[in-house]
């Protein structure tokens, strides 16, 4: 499938290096494609990515980006992900599926990061601002090495959850995380639903604060 990432960071690259593996045919989406030599915060240079995929993937804008994909996926810093999108001209590439894994966490004052808010969450301001869009909320509850790699944990034995508006594109995303590993997969509904994933965070950074360790996630039993 034909899969386009607006983002450059570590979700990108690690969503990116997966689906490339897995033989998507990828592209990651950054503002300026011409700086391939710069650290790119918890990851690598972008250089150093073409590298590890052998170069079976392209660096190109936001916008052509958002052309490329079949499937989208927004892996831009939440604080910013509705105006990147707004770069990537999403609202011109007709009805596409795009997954969100951002979280609007504000880094201002340092550990534990704020939430930016318990009334909205930046995948529904993503599906309001763009209807053309079908916005299925995944990812953002983990850290990026176990997105692409659920048995790093307990032998896969812990839950994933995703939510949005539309049944197909969620059934679409389901796929795609049984390709990765995923068996326990929570629908929690429609994209309001997305505002709980967002606040789990306020939970998940105290977790980490605990154990010292981004390698978390929980198991839904009930
Ligand atoms: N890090 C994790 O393990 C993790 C886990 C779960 C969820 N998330 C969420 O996933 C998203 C991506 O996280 P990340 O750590 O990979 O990267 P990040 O550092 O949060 O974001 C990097 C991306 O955001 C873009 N960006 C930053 N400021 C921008 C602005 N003002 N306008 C337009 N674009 C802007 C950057 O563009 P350029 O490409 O031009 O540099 C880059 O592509 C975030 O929302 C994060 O909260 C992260």
Not at 30 to 36: E, F, Q, S, V, W
Not at 186 to 205: N, P
Request: hydrophobic share 45%; with cysteine.
């Amino acid at each position: 499938m034909k899969i386009g990432i607006i983002g450059s960071g570590v979700v990108a690259q690690t969503l990116g290096a997966k689906l490339v593996e897995l033989g998507h045919d990828v592209v990651l989406g950054t503002r300026d494609p011409k700086k391939l030599d710069e650290k790119k915060n918890m990851a690598g240079t972008l250089n150093e990515w073409l590298t590890a995929v052998k170069n079976k993937a392209k660096i190109v804008t936001f916008k052509e980006a958002a052309v490329h994909g079949e499937l989208l996926i927004n892996a831009t810093h939440g604080q910013a992900s509705v105006e990147a999108l707004k770069m990537a001209g999403v609202d011109k590439v007709g009805t596409k599926v795009l997954i969100d894994t951002s979280n609007e966490l504000d880094f201002s004052k340092g550990f534990p990061m704020a939430l930016a808010s318990e009334t909205r969450s930046v995948a529904g301001n993503i599906q309001a601002a763009f209807p053309n869009l079908k916005v299925v909320k995944c990812f953002n509850t983990l850290t990026a090495p176990i997105m692409v790699n659920p048995k790093m944990l307990k032998g896969g034995d812990h839950t994933i959850f995703l939510s949005g508006n539309d049944p197909e594109a969620k059934a679409k995303v389901t796929e795609l995380l049984k390709s990765f590993g995923w068996t326990d997969i929570m629908d929690l509904g429609d994209i309001s639903a997305a505002r709980g994933q967002e606040m789990y965070m306020g939970m998940w950074v105290r977790l980490y604060g605990s154990l010292k360790n981004g390698m978390i996630n929980i198991k839904v039993q009930s």
